[in-house]
């Protein structure tokens, strides 16, 4: 499994401000469409959970 994430880490380069700009586009969207706050705050944590894995 660890080589996988290695591999994988490897090929996606991440850039360190995703996760700001993960929580400035929940935020807006949340303001813009209320009604989807419990999908996008579950994206939200499944992208920084994502990436704190990987990260």
Known sequence: MIEITQSLAAIVPLHPAIGPVAALVAGILILMKP???????AVYLIVVGALGLLG
Not at 35 to 41: G, M, N, S, T, Y
Request: no cysteine; aromatic share 0%; net charge neutral.
């Open 35 to 41: 009604d989807l706050l419990a999908k996008i705050v």
